[in-house]
């Protein structure tokens, strides 16, 4: 039995709001109604296991993430691993790990290290079983102890090749969510487990975007909000003690505030090393359905520190019909602009119309000599081989590989020796690119002479076409200047720019396409 505390009419207020809002994250299955559990309900701890979806170190870090033991203990007697080709053929006998702790707490880690360097340039499949025992009954949990959903077996490619760069460029995800993300149907990954599963796809460093209605909240509660932040500074202190041990991979301390878009509509706005935290709470539902939010937009652009970064997130992604219609999502407001936003993340989860939308309305931006970034990130919230969704809260959930840490990426030419405001100062600057796999960046020569570097992987696909853009800002439009075609198979590729022949008032951007469809776009060089 939990020990938290359900109020009914409460419960149902969040409830019938749920239920016409599909929700992210790893599945929290312990909420329930007074008298009326729902199907997802167990009496067992969340038991999930996870991976990298790729690796480019022959190696394949396996996370076991038990939550909510502390009211349903377990003790785990061993893990067992099998790797598979892609017919579920096994490449090699079972693996089985002696374990044998006995688990109380609310969250419980470990990562098990497999050797994979025989299988090399292929997709292994991955099942892990953990044998435990809870309320005296012997469990087998089979990749993770989910109702309605399919269990399969975990898809990883062995990369030979690390991730496509030039020397000096560092790779990092813009937008992900912790385990101090956590409400009545979904939780985060704890912040040690990033480390481990970023660095073997190549990633140094990730920026850790958790709701601003989360990170306010009393200790062990959902609703309940804590006037002197205790949860805040915890996030705060502990993401500062992981980047003081760990010298090769930064955690940016990070909110993804609920902001209104001057329209009276929700959306989100990413803030990067504030120490200040920012209130919102419109569309968190934790208490209400149908409230406005608290901010605008530009009230909390006003107020950030000097050593802060702000994006909007996701500014184009149209919200669901029932989220618009009971707690006022929307996207950002085209029609203002404000000299503190950074720039916008445009590049979120799956590429598809929302992207269209953010690089159209950032192009219109760039000739209006608004000098804004793009950034991309996954919104990812643990995630790092299978999106797992709570579909009917209570009822059922549903499994895809879209929004999964680490598959789009924000690169810059930077130093992790330089510590947290270097790396923002850097992602303030020019040399940031985004990309869901290959590289491109410019690299000035001489004063009338720049250079275009392209590389990818075979993995990611040969390099197809390169793309310079100029943008005149004099004639307010955008053509190209330069579009270079690769041969088949080439992964590396470059290009001499002439700046002698270009508009007074102007900026050059490149974008990168491979024949797998994997692209990369700079952010632009301003011509003077």
């Known amino acids: 039995m939990t020990t938290v505390d359900f109020n009914l009419c409460a419960d149902l207020t969040t409830l019938a709001a749920l239920l016409m809002a599909p929700l992210i994250l790893y599945a929290e299955m312990h909420y329930r109604l007074p008298l009326f559990r729902g199907i997802l309900y167990r009496k067992q701890p969340e038991i999930i296991f996870d991976l990298p979806w790729r690796s480019e170190t022959g190696s394949i870090p396996i996370l076991l993430l038990i939550k909510d033991a502390h009211w349903f203990p377990v003790t785990i007697e061993k893990i067992r691993i099998r790797l598979m080709d892609r017919h579920g053929k096994p490449v090699t006998g079972d693996i089985t790990i002696p374990v044998g702790i006995g688990v109380r707490t609310k969250w419980f880690t470990k990562i098990c290290e497999i050797d994979a360097t025989d299988y090399q340039n292929q997709w292994v499949y991955v099942d892990c079983f953990a044998y435990v025992t809870c309320s005296k009954k012997t469990l087998t949990i089979h990749n993770d102890n989910y109702r309605t959903l399919s269990q399969k077996p975990f898809k990883i490619f062995i990369d030979p090749d690390p991730l496509p760069q030039a020397d000096g460029w560092l790779w990092g995800d813009l937008h992900t969510h912790s385990a101090y993300t956590e409400d009545q149907v979904e939780f985060g990954a704890p912040l040690d487990c990033y480390r481990p599963l970023a660095r073997t796809m190549g990633i140094s460093f990730c920026a850790v975007t958790d709701h601003s209605y989360d990170l306010d909240?009393?200790?062990?509660?959902?609703?309940?909000?804590?006037?002197?932040?205790?949860?805040?500074?915890?996030?705060?202190?502990?993401?500062?003690?992981?980047?003081?041990?760990?010298?090769?991979?930064?955690?940016?301390?990070?909110?993804?505030?609920?902001?209104?878009?001057?329209?009276?509509?929700?959306?989100?706005?990413?803030?990067?090393?504030d120490p200040n935290f920012h209130i919102g709470s419109g569309d968190g539902m934790e208490k209400s359905l149908g409230k406005l939010t608290e901010s605008h937009y530009a009230a909390v652009l006003g107020s950030i520190s000097d050593t802060a970064l702000a994006f909007a997130a996701h500014p184009f992604e149209k919200?669901?019909?029932?989220?618009?219609?009971?707690?006022?999502?929307?996207?950002?407001?085209?029609?203002?602009?404000?000299?503190?936003?950074?720039?916008?993340?445009?590049?979120?989860?799956?590429?598809?119309?929302?992207?269209?939308?953010?690089?159209?309305?950032?192009?219109?931006?760039?000739?209006?000599?608004?000098?804004?970034?793009?950034?991309?990130?996954?919104?990812?919230?643990?995630?790092?081989?299978?999106?797992?969704?709570?579909?009917?809260?209570?009822?059922?959930?549903?499994?895809?590989?879209?929004?999964?840490?680490?598959?789009?990426?924000?690169?810059?030419?930077?130093?992790?020796?330089?510590?947290?405001?270097?790396?923002?100062?850097?992602?303030?600057?020019?040399?940031?690119?985004?990309?869901?796999?290959?590289?491109?960046?410019?690299?000035?020569?001489?004063?009338?002479?720049?250079?275009?570097?392209?590389?990818?992987?075979?993995?990611?696909?040969?390099?197809?076409?390169?793309?310079?853009?100029?943008?005149?800002?004099?004639?307010?439009?955008?053509?190209?200047?330069?579009?270079?075609?690769?041969?088949?198979?080439?992964?590396?590729?470059?290009?001499?720019?002439?700046?002698?022949?270009?508009?007074?008032?102007?900026?050059?951007?490149?974008?990168?396409?491979?024949?797998?469809?994997?692209?990369?776009?700079?952010?632009?060089?301003?011509?003077?």
């Open 217 to 273: 909240d009393c200790a062990d509660s959902w609703t309940e909000t804590d006037p002197d932040l205790h949860k805040w500074q915890r996030f705060q202190e502990d993401i500062q003690k992981l980047n003081h041990i760990n010298r090769d991979f930064l955690l940016i301390p990070g909110e993804e505030v609920s902001v209104d878009n001057g329209f009276g509509r929700t959306v989100h706005l990413n803030v990067l090393n």
């Open 319 to 528: 919200p669901p019909f029932w989220h618009r219609l009971l707690i006022h999502r929307g996207v950002w407001n085209r029609w203002d602009y404000h000299p503190c936003l950074g720039g916008f993340q445009i590049l979120n989860g799956n590429p598809a119309e929302d992207f269209k939308a953010g690089k159209a309305f950032w192009i219109e931006q760039l000739l209006k000599n608004r000098r804004q970034k793009i950034y991309a990130g996954n919104d990812s919230h643990g995630n790092f081989n299978r999106f797992r969704q709570v579909l009917i809260p209570l009822f059922s959930m549903h499994e895809h590989r879209h929004q999964v840490y680490g598959q789009n990426l924000t690169g810059i030419k930077a130093d992790l020796d330089g510590g947290l405001e270097s790396l923002i100062s850097t992602l303030k600057g020019e040399n940031v690119i985004i990309s869901n796999g290959p590289f491109v960046c410019f690299e000035p020569r001489t004063t009338d002479r720049i250079e275009v570097k392209a590389r990818s992987t075979p993995f990611f696909g040969a390099l197809r076409q390169l793309t310079i853009f100029c943008g005149d800002l004099e004639k307010k439009r955008e053509v190209i200047f330069r579009q270079e075609s690769f041969q088949p198979c080439q992964t590396e590729g470059s290009t001499q720019l002439s700046l002698e022949n270009y508009p007074q008032k102007a900026y050059l951007r490149a974008e990168l396409v491979t024949q797998k469809g994997h692209f990369a776009l700079t952010n632009p060089v301003w011509l003077k």
